[in-house]
């Protein structure tokens, strides 16, 4: 959770015992804090500093360095944003092409949506291609892109960042894809893509682009983000908006409440929304734009990495993904003598060492790199606690 978020979330708390129900939460939410009177600004301060619905819609699209033609849909959950996705997506395509990346939630979301539709989802072995071949950046762009052609596909989902840290040069694959056929509907997952590498090429290559404010960005109440208005499909993405929003095919309370169409009347009573999500966010997204070069963060150097490998190679630990050019800021590290302990185990044994990570079946963990403040003696630390888990493991066998 970043640094604003909490303490925004902690005024939340105080204020939501006397006043979360008084007419000062509906001018929050409609104006601003800016509109409430003076003693009230001095008590909250944090929560005061939150432009209303409208301005935080307009902050969450220049954050993400949004063009003035491109409009914006939140939602609680990313559930309601790949159920939208799979109605834009199953509807004018009869073959849309995914790979393996896909996160297993959205994959079976997609897979119900094409058998309703009597239409066909393509899943490539694209993991399976990139460990077998090693490949280039302009390996991997032709293969998706003669995987699409050879399969007669015309509709994309495509996976941004993978949960482990593949990342994907998406907007390149979408741009080579156009160039030999025709590609009706275009939808990225960003979901782990923007606040931690630069997310700018995928957002303009996209019809519909999906992301999120808890992960990265480090809101940490959950709220989904969806981006689309390209000329060509902007029409019908509205349109299917509207209808899934309206008629409630989409029980997203925080999405009805913020729904905004010119075309449409707003929705009179929404359901009770997690309004602390807009205010995390919102000051999240703050800390983070703060940062001038966070929204063009690449991916890790091999000096950013150099102080932890080094010495972790050297004690039996390999990295899951040796292509420099398809690394996030997410890192998967395997060691065998991790493979005869749950991860739970795993994991506890990390937190005793002062080390938050994800720990999977198999001896893999899963390790986030944070934008600054990762020095070479910081590394070499972390190199450190690695191989003391290692040892401590190994001794329990």
């Given amino acids: 959770m970043s640094p604003s978020a909490s303490r925004r979330h902690g005024e939340l708390a105080r204020f939501a015992i ?26 909250f301060p944090s929560l005061s500093d939150f432009p209303g619905i409208a301005g935080f819609r307009q902050r969450v699209l220049k954050t993400l360095g949004c063009a003035d033609w491109q409009q914006l849909i939140l939602g609680t959950t990313s559930n309601s944003l790949i159920r939208i996705a799979s109605q834009l997506l199953f509807g004018p395509c009869r073959r849309v092409l995914t790979t393996d990346l896909v996160w297993p939630v959205y994959r079976k979301v997609l897979e119900r949506r094409s058998s309703k539709r009597s239409s066909e989802l393509c899943i490539i072995p694209l993991r399976q291609f990139i460990f077998q071949n090693h490949p280039t950046a302009s390996q991997l ?18 996976t941004a960042v993978s949960h482990d840290g593949i990342r994907l040069p998406v907007a390149e694959m979408i741009a080579a894809i156009k160039g030999r056929s025709e590609v009706k509907v275009s939808v990225i997952d960003g979901a782990q893509e923007f606040a931690q590498v630069d997310h700018r090429n995928s957002l303009k290559a996209a019809d519909f682009y ?100 080094n ?15 398809l690394r996030s800021r997410t890192t998967v590290l395997h060691h065998e003598a991790l493979e005869r302990h749950s991860p739970a185990t795993v ?51």
Avoid at 262 to 281: G, Y
Wanted: charge should be negative.
């Fill in 141 to 158: 762009i032709d293969f998706v892109a003669n995987q699409f052609c050879e399969r007669n596909c015309d509709g994309l989902f495509l």
């Fill in 311 to 325: 010495p972790l190679k050297k004690n039996g630990w390999r990295t899951m993904l040796s292509s420099q050019v």
């Fill in 18 to 43: 006397d006043a979360a129900a008084s007419p000062l939460m509906d001018s929050l939410l409609n104006e601003g804090g800016a509109a409430w009177p003076d003693p009230i600004r001095r008590e």
């Fill in 210 to 309: 999906m992301t999120s404010g808890h992960k990265w960005a480090g809101s940490y109440v959950p709220i989904s983000i969806g981006v689309f208005g390209a000329d060509r499909t902007a029409s019908r993405i509205g349109q299917v908006l509207a209808h899934q929003i309206e008629s409630g095919l989409i029980d997203d309370p925080l999405m009805q409440l913020c729904w905004d169409s010119t075309d449409s009347q707003p929705i009179s009573a929404p359901s009770t929304a997690n309004v602390a999500a807009l205010f995390a966010c919102d000051a999240a997204i703050t800390d983070f734009a703060r940062n001038s070069t966070s929204a063009c963060s690449g991916p890790l150097a091999e000096d950013e990495m150099d102080g932890l490998y």
């Fill in 347 to 397: 994991r506890r044994c990390f937190a005793s060492e002062g080390i938050a990570l994800t720990a999977f079946d198999h001896g893999r963990v899963r390790l986030s790199i944070p934008r600054g403040n990762w020095t070479t003696d910081i590394q070499i630390d972390v190199g450190r606690r690695f191989n003391s888990v290692h040892a401590s493991l190994t001794k329990t066998t």
